[in-house]
């Protein structure tokens, strides 16, 4: 996908919201319908105004032939990119279930192995040093509650 | 293999008997609906200090799961397991208005109720600088022109109150709702509007600092703080309102357990540390037993359903 | 009496609390979730047990160390501790990346104390009467707050990001600000029934997402976060000079940080905004901004660390928090019966001025700290991508979850992290985004409560005399870049047709 796809792309993704945002205010309470409403009203026809406008510019511009068009490029290095992310996710999912520690331990080896590092000491040691730390200053000094599993 | 499977059941069989026997064996988690360092974490950290008195070997630790009026502290409570390692606070109006507003996955029967700890009544304050006196003049000021009044948010405890004061009074307020307590502070101190409900404990500096002034307070008698400032009653319009902070368990919990969290609580609402240590951090004491809370929240809950029905939200 | 403080406070207890207070307080505020709040509440029945006023010194120098410790992270790693350093990590990430992240540290901490400094003289000298022109300020004043903090959109417009694509960014944040509750009638609106959105997206794990998550994302196509060809001058870091033209950047921004922290209200983010922009507006080089800028750096941290004098000015006098950790610390003075007011200043005025002075020596301590750690932190730059990344992560999403305790909050800092990505390769700007996102709730209630006080009328936003010099302030604000935006297109057009 080019860039300039993606912008248009985004761009009308936006416009639908806009317009749907000014509809919705209809709904809103009688009462507020000169307060709050008139902001997300002004809200959304602004957005709208500037998106259309945004869009013209967009597709007036003309294509230079010299240049072919910009390629959209999210990651350099997509494998890396897109595991990360989906470990993420994943990580996430897990911590409701798993709870912190455990979800932790798993994903700081995996993730390391995944960016590429290879010795099995550094990532055994600094896995083990940030939980130790995690644990420490955060759940004993600070007594911030971590997420808790809900399976044990 | 089997063994193992063996044993784990055998251990999961054994250890709720084991671990009511020695009730409490691991820390008691206080869920606290609101933010850091407000009002009802405090009355939690206070209690903390005055429960381990009596039960020492006890460790408690403080959640604070802010947001939302209350709600998801509230609704976190109602879900967690009913084995007596969470328990929570809970506290006017909010935990009845987000059962009226249909908005909560809980209702008060999703709760067994161990009783009331604090409350902050409410009071009616105008800015310094403003020619009201008592109630006579603001109703007679409010009839004559719209009032502006400030609410902290919609379906709070200052809201409800002013609904009360409305439906009692015949007058109609210009209802500003702010978020939070410091906003309505500002503005009465600024002179931005006519009139504010809120809590007691918000404005007594300043109205003792002559900053703001206090014109009634929505209680059955005066308060010890502040013995000058005279009830509703007294100026003959009966509204009373408190906003309540009370503790509760998730629904469930075996009788042996809650007997001896109702237990504490009592104990710790009677200790002369707990009360001297309310005293000085202006936190007014309300004990109530769990069956008398439990009536007081019923008869809240139809109270503000009328509120809502009339002017929902 | 201040005689009397000075002795109160020069003694081996005191001395040590400010100390404790203000490491814990730099170490509570690089870490992004971790709030001074949550410090100061967890000593607040500490301080039962302690004297009053060690208890009071303790909480003080969290308030200071933590406000300068949100810019740490920020600057090295692009993962701002605190809303308030936003604008930091805009500026100095890039210096980072150019192998400068020692020498953006240093800027920092000496901005930082500056503004910090500066802000506890203001309250030391004339505290009561300021209060009470921060008391003038009304819902309509708070709009043109907002509006003025949001004028910073149109700076965030430069060769990259056009000013259509900027200000469309910045109405986006405004839009996913209304997500939630609306202030005035209590109904709930676009929340799909989620319970964590109807207070609104919070913004601290949205944070998170589009500048931490999504940089670490980014960052899995290289080997380290400094560029190849700086790591040399990352390593020959010793004994740099601070950059000249700074000096000016840290005035203003101490200024401004102490007017806007004395408004009760979400001081310190616009603090750190509305300097940036007028030091961007008032700059010599510009174009150094967004790019890696000290001068950037200096206006922010100077504008954040204003703040904190600024906001104890309402709070010591007149009982009105300015924000939440100044709201902690009033409940410890309660506690001890220290009523807010003029007696604050007479009756008890030993406590209180030993107070004031000891946040004199918790900014001496956090200078000292960060001037000798800074080559040590700007090593974290080093870091191969391959251990830093996962760790970044881990400390993320445990920053997205303990802001509010919730799973959800983590969710959507994931789904910002992405959508930053996507929205930066297109030429959309995630400052203004946010700008949008943390100013929009401000906005919107102090329109709509403006216009209930007003009685309907919207004359309330033209006739009071504060709301009118915030007019003036913010058109002349947006005067400068207008004019250089029109001479731009101009001469783009005159290119055009030439060619």
Known sequence: ?152 | MRKILLLAMAMALFFPLNAMAAYPEKPITIIVPSKAGGSTDTSARLFIKAAKKYWPKAEFVVKDVSGSGGLKGFEEIARAKPDGYTIGMVFTTQIVAHIVSKRAHYALDSFHIIGNAMQDPLIVAVPEKSPIKNLDDLIKTAKAKSMTAAVNGIGSDDFVAAKKFEQQTGVKFNLLPTKGSTEQKAMILGGHIDASFMNLSQLQAQHKAGKARIIAILADKRSEILPDVKTAAEQGYPVSMTATRGFVAPAGISKDIAAKLDDLLQKVNKDPGFIADTDKGVLFRLPMTGPEYLAYLKKLQAETQKFYDQNPW | MILQALHALFTPVSLFAVFIGTTSGVIVGGMPGLTATMAVALLIPVTFALEPLTGLLLMGGVYCGAMYGGSIPAILLRTPGTPAAVATAIEGYPMTQQGKGGLALKVSVVASFTGGTFSTLILLMIAPALATFALTFGPPEYFLLALLGLAGIVSMADDENRLIKALISGFIGLVLAVVGTDPISGMLRYTMGVTDLFDGIAFMPALIGMFSLSQMLELTGTKQVVDEAAIETTKKFKREPLPKGISKPIWLGSLIGTVIGILPGEGATIAAFVSYNVARRRSKNPQLFGKGSPEGIAAAEAGNNGCVGGSLVPTLTLGIPGNSVAAALLGGLLIHGLVPGPELFTTYGVMTYAFILSLFIANVIFLLLGLFMAPYFARISMTPTNMLIPVVCLFSVLGAYAMNNSITDVFISLLFGLAAIILQKTGFSLGALILGLILGPIAETGFAQALIIGHGSYSIFFTRPQALALWVIIILLLITPMIQIYRQSKQEQKEQTNG
């Open chain 1, 1 to 152: 996908m080019s860039r300039r796809v993606a912008e248009v792309l985004l761009l009308s993704g936006f416009l639908v919201l806009a317009v749907l945002l000014f509809r919705s205010t209809a709904s809103y309470p009688e009462s507020v319908q000169g307060s709050t409403a008139m902001y997300v009203r002004f809200l959304g026809a602004a957005l709208g105004l500037l998106c259309t406008l945004e869009l013209i510019f967009t597709l007036k511009k003309r294509r230079d032939d010299d240049n072919p068009p910009e390629k959209m490029n999210i990651a350099v290095n997509p494998v890396r990119f897109w595991g990360l992310f989906l470990l993420l996710v994943i990580y996430c999912a897990a911590l409701s279930t798993l709870g912190f520690y455990l979800t932790s331990i798993l994903f700081l080896p995996v993730s390391m192995v995944l960016l590429g590092a290879r010795k099995p000491l550094t990532i055994v040691l600094t896995s083990g040093g940030v939980l130790l730390f995690v644990y420490f200053i955060f759940a004993r000094l600070l007594e911030v509650s971590l997420p808790m599993g809900t399976l044990f």
